[in-house]
């Protein structure tokens, strides 16, 4: 091959090609990029048209391919022995060669290309001198095959390719008229024209198609960066209401827990290690909600990345609920617990925390002064959590009336995120139980430290759990 360049030389280089010579290399550049292709080890083949949603498109290429071969093989074999007097052999051969690939084409056109651009030099060349009054240089099928697939190379090559195929057609027609038999009727405008013009109008329908697919992808993205930017605005909005509505009453419940030793004379040492209870309660409150806050206010909602209470805060969990005015019984067996806690999960740990929370939570808002019972235990591959309340042992006012459920619900979801099992449930005697059965290790794919469970969201129906409304 030349070693001429392909683009003008850099100013002080000497001059570059002339405008002709530049041409020739240009198409020297587009035969050898075809005759790579062509040469090049076979891809997994995807049929034209696969891409489209509609069975019947799908369906199209193959069908009108497997027609066109139906009648152009007879056809095409007739007309070479009876119009150009080919013996019937070499017509028959020819037929297939010119007709079959067009089924090829389907999958991989360019191949077909090189097969039937062969084929049909080979026929014109055979046909010479009998042409008289007939069409030449190509006949009426070769004509008609081509231009079909011409159709599929247009939906699967590229510019630089199609240019290249249409060269060669050029060339090879221009040649082949040279030899035409006087009197005969030249198809050479025909098939230049034709051919050039269903590659040009291909190209311009795959382009446009491919435009519309890019346009639609990228309104795919923007509608996933809209839906992005709302949630990150409800998940800030969410946070602003939970600084103005929630951390601002518990910074004030901690300085007037702190601040009631100096405003109020003669406390009694009771009423003051009270009121450091509350103050010390209230300010763990409000580190959790700031930790909170900046999970809802990061883009990154990964998780906290400061540590998270586990088991070994139960008893000041036990102690603030007795401060509370709820007697508590605590069962932890410290030896099993120790050796057992080398290879809890944190996830679990957090999750048992949590239940433990949330149960003992609602026994002072629903059955005030009722004995309640916390049993932590383990088998070594699953932890057992189980808080037990009695009935409370007067008729008061609860805290809250009614129950809106939120807890029951989110211990369901803490539960089946670790993949456990969760029963709770009122007690024949009118006390209220809550038994969480907790895998040792977290499921695969389960975060470290997972997001906080939404208090308001509702349980999945198939999770492997039982819930009655709170006593």
Same mark, same amino acid.
């Given at each position: 091959?030349?070693?001429?360049?392909?683009?003008?030389?850099?100013?002080?280089?000497?001059?570059?090609?002339?405008?002709?010579?530049?041409?020739?290399?240009?198409?020297?550049?587009?035969?050898?990029?075809?005759?790579?292709?062509?040469?090049?080890?076979?891809?997994?083949?995807?049929?034209?048209?696969?891409?489209?949603?509609?069975?019947?498109?799908?369906?199209?290429?193959?069908?009108?391919?497997?027609?066109?071969?139906?009648?152009?093989?007879?056809?095409?074999?007739?007309?070479?022995?009876?119009?150009?007097?080919?013996?019937?052999?070499?017509?028959?051969l020819l037929a297939v060669a010119q007709a079959g690939p067009l089924l090829?084409?389907?999958?991989?056109?360019?191949?077909?290309?090189?097969?039937?651009?062969?084929?049909?030099?080979?026929?014109?060349?055979?046909?010479?001198?009998?042409?008289?009054?007939?069409?030449?240089?190509?006949?009426?099928?070769?004509?008609?095959?081509?231009?079909?697939?011409?159709?599929?190379?247009?939906?699967?090559?590229?510019?630089?390719?199609?240019?290249?195929?249409?060269?060669?057609?050029?060339?090879?027609?221009?040649?082949?008229?040279?030899?035409?038999?006087?009197?005969?009727?030249?198809?050479?405008?025909?098939?230049?024209?034709?051919?050039?013009?269903?590659?040009?109008?291909?190209?311009?329908?795959?382009?446009?198609?491919?435009?519309?697919?890019?346009?639609?992808?990228?309104?795919?993205?923007?509608?996933?960066?809209?839906?992005?930017?709302?949630?990150?605005?409800?998940?800030?909005?969410?946070?602003?209401?939970?600084?103005d509505v929630v951390a601002h009453h518990m910074s004030v419940i901690t300085?007037?827990?702190?601040?009631?030793?100096?405003?109020?004379?003669?406390?009694?040492?009771?009423?003051?290690?009270?009121?450091?209870?509350?103050?010390?309660?209230?300010?763990?409150?409000?580190?959790?909600?700031?930790?909170?806050?900046?999970?809802?206010?990061?883009?990154?909602?990964?998780?906290?990345?400061?540590?998270?209470?586990?088991?070994?805060?139960?008893?000041?969990?036990?102690?603030?609920?007795?401060?509370?005015?709820?007697?508590?019984?605590?069962?932890?067996?410290?030896?099993?617990?120790?050796?057992?806690?080398?290879?809890?999960?944190?996830?679990?740990?957090?999750?048992?925390?949590?239940?433990?929370?949330?149960?003992?939570?609602?026994?002072?808002?629903?059955?005030?002064?009722?004995?309640?019972?916390?049993?932590?235990?383990?088998? *070594?591959?699953?932890?057992?959590?189980?808080?037990?309340?009695?009935?409370?042992?007067?008729?008061?006012?609860?805290?809250?009336?009614?129950?809106?459920?939120? *807890?029951?619900?989110?211990?369901?979801?803490?539960?089946?995120?670790?993949?456990?099992?969760?029963?709770?449930?009122?007690?024949?005697?009118?006390?209220?139980?809550?038994?969480?059965?907790?895998?040792?290790?977290?499921?695969?794919?389960?975060?470290?430290?997972?997001?906080?469970?939404?208090?308001?969201?509702?349980?999945?129906?198939?999770?492997?759990?039982?819930?009655?409304?709170?006593?």
């Open positions: 091959m030349s070693t001429t360049p392909t683009s003008p030389q850099p100013s002080g280089h000497g001059p570059g090609p002339a405008p002709g010579r530049r041409s020739v290399v240009l198409v020297m550049d587009g035969l050898r990029h075809t005759g790579s292709l062509l040469t090049a080890p076979p891809k997994r083949p995807r049929a034209l048209l696969a891409d489209s949603p509609r069975a019947w498109v799908r369906r199209l290429p193959p069908l009108v391919a497997l027609a066109l071969v139906a009648i152009l093989l007879p056809v095409t074999a007739h007309l070479l022995t009876n119009h150009y007097a080919i013996g019937v052999g070499l017509a028959i090829l084409a389907v999958t991989r056109p360019l191949r077909a290309w090189g097969i039937i651009a062969v084929a049909d030099v080979t026929g014109a060349v055979a046909a010479i001198g009998s042409t008289e009054s007939r069409p030449a240089p190509w006949t009426p099928t070769i004509i008609i095959g081509y231009l079909a697939l011409c159709v599929a190379l247009s939906q699967r090559e590229g510019r630089r390719t199609l240019g290249a195929v249409w060269l060669a057609t050029l060339a090879a027609t221009a040649v082949l008229t040279e030899y035409n038999s006087p009197g005969s009727h030249s198809t050479s405008a025909v098939t230049i024209a034709l051919s050039g013009g269903v590659l040009l109008l291909g190209t311009l329908v795959k382009e446009r198609r491919e435009a519309q697919h890019k346009l639609a992808e990228q309104e795919t993205i923007n509608e996933a960066e809209r839906f992005q930017r709302t949630l990150l605005e409800e998940r800030a909005r969410i946070a602003r209401e939970l600084h300085v007037q827990a702190d601040s009631a030793a100096y405003r109020l004379p003669d406390l009694s040492p009771e009423t003051v290690r009270e009121f450091e209870s509350i103050a010390a309660g209230a300010r763990e409150s409000l580190g959790e909600m700031r930790r909170l806050l900046s999970v809802l206010r990061s883009e990154d909602a990964a998780g906290e990345r400061v540590p998270q209470p586990g088991l070994d805060r139960l008893r000041q969990l036990a102690d603030a609920t007795v401060r509370a005015g709820v007697p508590v019984v605590l069962s932890l067996p410290e030896i099993t617990l120790v050796k057992f806690l080398t290879r809890l999960s944190p996830v679990v740990e957090l999750s048992a925390y949590r239940i433990v929370q949330e149960a003992l939570a609602n026994v002072v808002r629903h059955a005030p002064g009722a004995r309640t019972e916390v049993l932590i235990s383990t088998d *070594g591959d699953h932890l057992t959590v189980v808080v037990v309340n009695r009935p409370a042992p007067r008729r008061a006012v609860p805290l809250e009336l009614g129950s809106t459920g939120h *807890g029951l619900r989110g211990m369901a979801e803490r539960v089946r995120l670790v993949g456990g099992t969760l029963d709770v449930g009122p007690l024949p005697d009118g006390g209220f139980r809550v038994a969480a059965r907790l895998p040792v290790a977290e499921p695969r794919g389960t975060t470290a430290s997972p997001p906080e469970p939404s208090s308001t969201s509702a349980a999945n129906p198939e999770e492997p759990c039982r819930t009655w409304p709170s006593a």
